[in-house]
C-alpha cells in the first residue's frame, strides 16, 4: 500500500482539462511542499512534470500545472492532447526517517 | 548530455546479494543528491534510497533499511546500492535518478536512467 494516495484512472477527451488528486498527511504533503509529479509512458523511464508543488521544469508544457490544498496536492493537465496518455505519480519528502514517498500511481486515458 | 546508465542487475536467489552501480556523465555529479528508484514489474514506483552529494548524508525506505546500502564514488562519478538479504519482493527494474537540487536535495528526480533488472527466485 502506497503511503500517497491516488486514484487508479482518470479520463478527458481532447481539449478538455483534468486534475488528479494526490492525498497525503501532515508528515509528508502537507509538511513540506516538496511535492513532485511525474508522468511514465509504457516501457519508458518516469519524466519529471512538477516539482515544489507547483514549479515547472524547463521543456514542460504549461498546459501542465500543480497546486497543494493542505494534505492534498493536485496535478491538473489542461487541453488534453493524446500524448498525455500515460501513468502520473506523485512524491513528496516525508522526513529524514522516511525519505520519500510515492502515489500508488493513476493511468491518464485520453478518450 | 546528461545521462546515467545502471548495471550490476541480474537474477540471484533469496538470501542472496547484489550490487548495482550507475554511471553518471554530462553533470558535474557531486553537486548532486543521487536517488534509487525501483518499480516491481506491473507496478508503481517505490523510492529505495538517497544519498547526498557529498556522501555524508544517506536516506533509506522502511522496506530495504538494514539490507540496503547506498553509497557514491564521486572521483568516478558513480552511484552504487549494495543489496544483501534480497528477498523475492525486492525482484523489479531499478532506476538511478539524479536529484534536481543542486548542493541541496529537492527529494525530486529530474533525469533517470533506464534501470537495471534484479530478480530474486530460487
Known amino acids: 500500500q502506497s503511503a500517497l494516495t491516488q486514484p487508479p484512472s482518470a479520463s478527458g477527451s481532447p481539449g478538455q482539462s483534468v486534475t488528479i488528486s494526490c492525498t497525503g498527511t501532515s508528515s509528508d504533503v502537507g509538511g513540506y511542499n516538496y511535492v513532485s509529479w511525474y508522468q511514465q509512458h509504457p516501457g519508458k523511464a518516469p519524466k519529471l512534470m512538477i516539482y515544489e508543488v507547483s514549479k515547472r521544469p524547463s521543456g514542460v508544457p504549461d498546459r501542465f500545472s500543480g497546486s497543494k490544498s493542505g494534505n492534498t496536492a493536485s496535478l491538473t493537465v489542461s487541453g488534453l492532447q493524446a500524448e498525455d496518455e500515460a501513468d502520473y505519480y506523485c512524491?513528496?519528502?516525508?522526513?529524514?526517517?522516511?525519505?520519500?514517498?510515492f502515489g500508488g500511481g493513476t493511468k491518464l486515458t485520453v478518450l | 548530455e546528461v545521462q546515467l546508465v545502471e548495471s550490476g542487475g541480474g537474477v540471484v536467489q533469496p538470501g542472496g546479494s547484489l550490487r548495482l552501480s550507475c554511471a553518471a556523465s554530462g553533470f558535474t555529479f557531486d553537486d548532486y543528491a543521487m536517488h534509487w528508484v525501483r518499480q516491481a514489474p506491473g507496478k508503481g514506483l517505490e523510492w529505495v534510497s538517497l544519498i547526498s552529494g557529498d556522501g555524508g548524508s544517506t536516506y533509506y525506505a522502511d522496506s530495504v533499511k538494514g539490507r540496503f546500502t547506498i553509497s557514491r564514488d564521486n572521483s568516478k562519478n558513480s552511484l552504487y546500492l549494495q543489496m544483501n538479504s534480497l528477498r523475492t519482493e525486492d525482484t523489479a527494474l531499478y532506476y538511478c535518478?539524479?536529484?534536481?537540487?543542486?548542493?541541496?536535495?529537492?527529494?525530486?528526480?529530474?533525469?533517470w536512467g533506464q534501470g537495471t533488472t534484479v530478480t530474486v527466485s530460487s
Open positions: 512524491s513528496s519528502y516525508a522526513g529524514s526517517n522516511k525519505g520519500v514517498v
Open positions: 535518478a539524479k536529484d534536481y537540487g543542486r548542493h541541496l536535495p529537492g527529494f525530486g528526480m529530474d533525469v
